[in-house]
Structures are given as structure tokens and as C-alpha cells.
């Protein structure tokens, strides 16, 4: 059993930055990697980037445009989620879980709780 606990979320202005972290405990899988997702209100959840355990590969949703960076922390045991230039259209629910490809797509199997974000016009 993978815990994740998301943390960071919050209002901003239009064109602030925000920092998500994800802390990450109990059993882990070195060929798992971590990522975020997240989930606007009446949509689906969309992959947002994932980043292996060994810290190596990191891939992003193109859409992204360079403006979300992950990264990880092995003493930590967090995967943090910057975001920059952030727009009323990034107000989500922002997820954390463990990552694996299911049929050429990102998933996730152990889920956080979610952490709110708004963006503020």
C-alpha cells in the first residue's frame, strides 16, 4: 500500500505561480513513478506529468507548453508539481498518485486526496 498526501494548493492571481508538493510513504515500487493529474469541474481528469523514481525521465502533457515543471526529492520522499503563468482555466482539483502506462496512457493507481487550486481572473 502506496499513502500519498497532496499539499500547496490555494487562490492565486492570474499569471502567479503556484508549488505543489506530494509526499509519498508505505510500500514503494522502484519501477513506479509519480505523477499529477487533475480534474476540473464537469471534465475528466487529465494527465498533467510524471516524473520515475529515479528521477531520470520526466514526461509532460504537451498542452503544458513548459509552464509545469516536476521534480523530485529522495530524502524528502516528495514529488513537488511547480506551476507557472497559471490561468483561470487551470482551476482544478490537483492529484497526485502513483503512475504507470495502461494502454499508451499515463494512469494512476494509489491516489492522493487532491488539493483545491484556483486561479483567480
Known amino acids: 500500500q502506496v499513502q500519498l498526501v497532496e499539499s500547496g494548493g490555494g487562490l492565486v492571481q492570474a499569471g502567479g505561480s503556484l508549488r505543489l508538493s506530494c509526499a509519498v510513504s508505505?510500500?514503494?515500487?522502484?519501477?513506479?513513478?509519480v505523477g499529477w493529474f487533475r480534474q476540473a469541474p464537469g471534465k475528466e481528469r487529465e494527465f498533467l506529468a510524471t516524473?520515475?523514481?529515479?528521477?531520470?525521465?520526466?514526461t509532460y502533457e504537451e498542452s503544458l507548453e513548459g509552464r509545469f515543471a516536476i521534480a523530485r526529492d529522495n530524502v524528502k520522499n516528495t514529488v513537488d508539481l511547480q506551476m507557472y503563468g497559471l490561468q483561470p482555466e487551470d482551476t482544478a482539483v490537483y492529484y497526485c498518485?502513483?503512475?504507470?502506462?495502461?494502454?499508451?496512457?499515463?494512469?494512476?493507481?494509489?491516489w492522493g486526496q487532491g488539493t483545491q487550486v484556483t486561479v483567480s481572473s
Open positions: 498518485a502513483t503512475t504507470q502506462m495502461v494502454g499508451g496512457r499515463w494512469t494512476g493507481e494509489y
Open positions: 508505505g510500500r514503494t515500487f522502484s519501477s513506479n513513478g
Open positions: 516524473i520515475s523514481w529515479s528521477g531520470r525521465s520526466a
